[in-house]
């Protein structure tokens, strides 16, 4: 078997520990399979340390980093499938990671079928949550970057660099989106929201501390899906975009 990032176990072992963290990535998870087609094949993008298998196990895992929990050790820019193969893809916490977001998008409406879906979900630059990720979170946060040109060197070298600034400045800016719309005519924005003000800083994410119990957890996700339309635009902590091949 091939050697597994370090890095990934550590996520897996958190994963293992937290129950809070569980319950919170289950929703994302649920929201992710919730935008999808139910009646083809799914990808999951940055399958890492097999997450998402847990409530998809049906779907076809693949990752640049090999893991016993990985199907299909690949790069995202170069997806080994047919084209319009594909019902639908889920990523959670990957767009930030590609070097090359550009031709990642080419590569996935190929990939896609006509009515196909690409469902991601990502750090939100918003009011609050821009303060908490580039003051208290270990990925940088650069605002000034073009968010559809390539990355820099040490991006494509290593997975887990990131700028977690790409999908709110593509997805989330007018002008950026806009700049994406002509590029990518055949992937049409249908969802866009912003989420997860409570639950997602207080879980602790993939560090080791969390001050979210996993018996209230649930509550608390709750709450957080009922406000996110009102409190979601200023304090979220998450962006979900969906997108359709047309």
């Not at 990752?63 to 929990?69: E, I, K, Q």
Request: with cysteine.
């Amino acid at each position: 078997m091939a050697r597994v990032d370090p890095r990934l176990r550590e996520h897996r072992d958190v994963w293992d520990r937290k129950p809070g963290l569980r319950v919170v990535y289950a929703g994302y998870h649920r929201s992710l399979l919730d935008s999808l087609p139910d009646d083809g094949p799914i990808l999951e993008i940055g399958g890492g340390s097999g997450n998402f298998l847990d409530m998809a196990p049906g779907a076809i895992s693949v990752d640049l980093a090999p893991s016993p929990w990985v199907h299909v050790c690949c790069d995202a820019h170069v997806l080994p499938f047919a084209d319009a193969a594909i019902a639908g893809i889920a990523m959670l916490d990957v767009l930030h990671h590609l070097a090359r977001p550009s031709t990642f998008f080419a590569e996935a409406a190929r990939v896609l079928r006509p009515g196909g879906r690409l469902a991601m979900i990502e750090p939100g630059m918003t009011l609050l949550a821009r303060l908490f990720y580039t003051y208290l979170h270990h990925e940088p946060v650069d605002m000034s970057v073009d968010p559809l040109a390539d990355q820099p060197p040490e991006v494509a070298t290593d997975p887990f660099q990131s700028n977690q600034a790409i999908p709110s400045l593509l997805f989330d800016r007018a002008d950026h989106r806009e700049r994406f719309e002509q590029q990518f005519p055949d992937l049409r924005i249908v969802g866009l929201k912003k989420f997860s003000f409570l639950a997602y800083p207080l879980s602790g994410g993939f560090k080791r501390w969390s001050i979210l119990p996993g018996v209230i957890a649930p509550a608390i996700l709750k709450f957080d899906d009922l406000t996110s339309p009102l409190l979601g635009p200023v304090f979220g902590f998450r962006i979900g975009v969906v997108l359709e091949r047309t």
